[in-house]
Each structure stands twice: as structure tokens, then as C-alpha cells.
């Protein structure tokens, strides 16, 4: 699987930024997917995940009520819609599949295909 990461950008505080992950293969409705970020000098953590059906999501406390996972498996894309942004949320942002789980899981290993990162940056 490879995965595609896009949408990122510079908003202001308050603002809204849509990121989206496009996959190859055809087995992507079978992954958990998840998105991850890293700001700089931090380590990555768990932002969102969905599983398979995209009935059943997971947050981070930090994103929960302004950040929402969504995934269209005709299209193999997974999104993320990002509202209510905060300086906070500047990182680098990456989408995850993770091929082997049955739950949602939120550590970075967990996950078995990376995407490269978009760089969302939230100004003051």
C-alpha cells in the first residue's frame, strides 16, 4: 500500500484545513487507518483513527470536537477535516494503515504503511 498525504498548509488560528490521504492497492478497505503527527523536537503521536467500515472512530483528547476521520473506500481515500485549529496543532502531518490490527490502536507502531507528511502550520 502506499499512501499519499495532501491538503496541508498555513491558516490562522481559528481556521479550518481539510487533509486528505489517497491509497493504492486493493485491500484498503481492510486497514485501520489512522493520522498521525510530529512537530518539531516532539515525538509522533496519535491523532485519529478509523476502522475498516469507518463506523467506529478514536481521537486523541487534544483534537477531540474540532478534528473529524472519514474514509471512502471507493476511492481509497481517508480525510481528515481539521476545525477550530490552534497554534498547537503545527506539525507534520501522516497518514497510517495498519493491515493487521482488529481495533483501532494509537501507537505509531502499530502501523504498517507510512505516507509522507504534510506540514499544517497555525498561526497566532
Known amino acids: 500500500v502506499q499512501l499519499q498525504a495532501s491538503g496541508g498548509g498555513l491558516v490562522q488560528a481559528g481556521g479550518s484545513l481539510r487533509l486528505s490521504c489517497a491509497a493504492s492497492g486493493r485491500t484498503f478497505s481492510s486497514y485501520i487507518m489512522g493520522w498521525f503527527r510530529q512537530a518539531p523536537g516532539k515525538e509522533r503521536e496519535f491523532v485519529a483513527g478509523i476502522n475498516w467500515s469507518g463506523g467506529i472512530t478514536l481521537y486523541s483528547d487534544s483534537v477531540k470536537g474540532r478534528f473529524t476521520i472519514s474514509r471512502d473506500n471507493r476511492r481509497n481515500t481517508v480525510a481528515l477535516q481539521m476545525n477550530s485549529l490552534k497554534p498547537e496543532d503545527t506539525a507534520v502531518y501522516y497518514c497510517?494503515?495498519?493491515?493487521?490490527?482488529?481495533?483501532?490502536?494509537?501507537?505509531?507502531?502499530?502501523?504498517?504503511?507510512w505516507g509522507k507528511g504534510t506540514q499544517v502550520t497555525v498561526s497566532s
Open positions: 497510517a494503515a495498519d493491515r493487521r490490527s482488529r481495533g483501532i490502536l494509537d501507537g505509531a507502531r502499530d502501523y504498517d504503511y
